[in-house]
């Protein structure tokens, strides 16, 4: 539906009855909510001058609404329940009393808070001494971080222990590993290239921005899928722009790794820097994830040993009823020349419906599911939370063509 007729539907004049202006977007006045946003600039601080800039700026450029960062103050939320960590983080349910806002009231002819919302608290460790370039790597990120293909965020609020905590939407099925163990290891080929086809546009639309994702893997994608329906399966990428613990001081350590090391391309475990081809390796790990059920390089140590098979060119097994152009679409991804994987756009297009229903029969009646083994024993020095990967004998590993 076009913008106009969502006007028209929804009884939103073209025109702001403030000012008389154009609106941009569905009932979104800039002027006149950039103005209100920036007088409520003295009601609040986070008491960072950096963070409350990031804040400030995201306000003063929103273009609809929810197409910014809030400050939420922690008495805001009620049901605080720990609930996961990740590698640099502590993640939390709650219930944010007022919700975002993003209802609109056709009487008063604005924006209202939804009400009583679930939301993911994301406690960034040690950000009670945040440095100012974890601040501004999110302010780079910002565009990403807001986008309809992402995991939504809606703020940043701070806990009684003074730590900074990202306020994002709650997906009820949780990481991807949870959606799998949800599942039992079935899934059918339809969920797995759904999956896939909104990480991949997610992806593209990160790259389209000019931004690296740097640390995709199935710990930061969350799924939200409606057991009723057949067709409702939804993946987002989260933590965009938060890379690395928030108290390191990035350019001072321009060359540290941080990530889950089974999805980390590798040129740069051989010290090269990251860039849309790296994150399209990492996609290819994920792909590999979904036709197994299991976590990759799962029954190995996470290790130097690891690290230099995987730039030597040694790949993750591809099951032999992955169809064909799901196998060959993994090691294109894969490969170990950058240059010779596909770009994100590629593989929207290759995973695009139209294309498989024309060229595979996946919707065969036997090869409607896929059946995982499930539950294997995940080796003790297997981690899949981010942390720091130094491996400096790796620096002068040439590429083996074989990858």
């Known amino acids: 539906m076009k913008f106009i007729d969502i006007m028209e539907e929804y009884n939103i004049p073209k025109d702001c009855p403030e000012c008389g202006k154009p609106r941009i977007s ?3 006045c800039k002027d006149c909510e950039t103005n209100s946003m920036k007088e409520n600039f003295l009601y609040w601080t986070s008491e960072n001058k950096k963070i409350d800039e990031l804040i400030h700026h995201t306000q003063l450029n929103a273009s609809q609404t929810c197409d910014y960062l809030e400050w939420i103050p922690f008495e805001k939320f009620e049901m605080v329940k720990y609930i996961g960590n990740g590698g640099f983080s502590n993640v939390y349910s709650a219930l944010w009393l007022e919700g975002p806002r993003w209802i609109w009231d056709d009487g008063a002819q604005e924006w209202t808070r939804a009400g009583p919302t679930y939301v993911v608290l994301k406690r960034l460790n040690n950000s009670l001494n945040i440095s100012s370039s974890y601040i501004d790597q999110v302010k780079t990120h910002h565009k990403c971080l807001q ?9 940043i609020t701070k806990d009684p222990t003074s730590n900074y905590m990202i306020v994002m939407k709650y997906y009820v099925s949780g990481n991807l590993y949870q959606f799998l163990d949800r599942h039992n290891g079935i899934l059918s080929w339809k969920d797995i290239i759904d999956i896939l086809q909104r990480i991949a546009r997610g992806l593209e639309r990160i790259h389209i921005e000019g931004k690296i994702h740097r640390n995709l893997h199935g710990g930061n994608l969350l799924i939200e899928d409606d057991e009723i329906s057949t067709d409702a399966t939804d993946a987002r990428i989260s933590d965009v722009g938060l890379y690395g613990p928030s108290n390191i001081i990035k350019n001072e350590n321009p060359n540290q790794i941080y990530g889950v090391l089974p999805y980390v391309a590798p040129e740069v475990l051989r010290g090269k820097n990251y860039s849309t081809a790296s994150d399209i390796f990492s996609f290819g790990i994920i792909m590999n994830t979904l036709a197994t059920g299991q976590r990759p390089w799962y029954n190995r140590a996470h290790d130097i040993n690891l690290a230099e098979n995987i730039c030597d060119g040694k790949r993750l097994e591809i099951p032999d009823d992955t169809p064909e152009f799901y196998a060959e679409l993994i090691r294109k991804c894969c490969d170990n020349e950058p240059e010779k994987r596909p770009t994100a756009s590629h593989i929207c297009k290759t995973l695009s419906r139209n294309n498989l229903l024309c060229d595979y029969d996946y919707y065969d009646e036997k090869k409607r599911y896929k059946i995982h083994s499930h539950h294997l ?17 790796l620096s002068n590993m040439t590429i083996n063509q074989k990858g």
């Not at 309809?148 to 703020?155: I, N, Q, V």
């Not at 024993?377 to 004998?393: D, G, M, N, V, W």
Request: proline share 7%; glycine share 6%; no cysteine.
């Open 26 to 28: 569905l009932g979104w």
């Open 377 to 393: 024993k995940i080796h003790p020095q297997a981690y899949y939370t981010s942390r720091l990967l130094y491996f400096p004998e």
């Open 147 to 155: 986008s309809d293909l992402l995991a939504e965020t809606f703020g």
